[in-house]
């Protein structure tokens, strides 16, 4: 059974407040990674990690930061929320095998 | 830069057989997943081939061809909860996936 969880599940923010997207998964697995997805479409990568303290960009990496200070947790920050941030966030991790878990997203609306 | 093209929508009736396509040009390549997202969820895996030829998974089998860049998912029997989004997403390094704009496959009864 895959457990990777993220919070919050909805956020509601004006335009200009930093916030934080938690993402942790339970299995152990060395792999992580925080996806954007605008409704019916295609998953953006935006930031990887294959391991504590190792973190790498994405493609759509310019307007956040992640830290990789635990095994087990990847946040993503956002320094200055856009209307143009508002969008689904999916954290997923994957161990040595090829399939990615994924997280139930977190849904920013930026106001 | 990486690029991997499927058809945007496909419709199917019930109990018949479908094929989602894709076919990609990336900077490397490891391997091709297949995944499967209904509407509001998260992307759940189906399928992940590295080597030529066809793997099959219960009424899901997947293809691929390295030589011709290209692969798809093919779904058998079809069933009103199949209706969702698939996504082929390739695999361009150890650490990194590439994935497609998504086929949505529309079931009817």
């Known amino acids: 059974e895959a457990d990777i969880y993220q919070t919050p599940r909805y956020l509601v923010i004006g335009t200009g407040k930093k916030i934080t997207l938690e993402c942790s998964q339970t299995?152990?697995?060395?792999?992580m990674y925080w996806y954007q997805q605008d409704p019916g479409m295609e998953l953006h990568l935006i930031h990887y990690s294959y391991g504590v303290n190792s973190t790498e960009k994405g493609d759509l990496s310019s307007e956040s930061t992640v830290s990789r200070i635990r095994t087990e947790h990847f946040p993503l920050t956002l320094e200055s929320a856009r209307p143009s941030h508002t969008s689904q966030y999916l954290c997923?991790?994957?161990?040595?095998?090829?399939?990615?878990?994924f997280g139930p997203g977190t849904r920013l609306t930026v106001l | 830069g990486q690029s991997l093209e499927q058809p945007s929508e496909v419709t199917a009736v019930e109990g018949a057989i479908v094929q989602i396509n894709c076919t990609y040009q990336t900077s490397g390549f490891y391997g091709l997943s297949w995944y499967q997202q209904h509407d509001g969820g998260a992307p759940t895996f189906l399928s992940y081939n590295a080597l030529d030829g066809l793997e099959e998974t219960g009424r899901f089998s997947s293809f691929l061809s390295r030589s011709d860049s290209y692969g798809y998912l093919l779904l058998q029997e079809l069933q009103m909860k199949d209706s969702a989004s698939y996504f082929c997403a390739v695999r361009v390094d150890f650490n990194k996936f590439y994935f497609g704009s998504g086929t949505k496959l529309n079931v009817k009864p």
């Open positions: 997923a991790s994957s161990g040595q095998g090829n399939e990615q878990f």
């Open positions: 299995m152990g697995h060395d792999k």
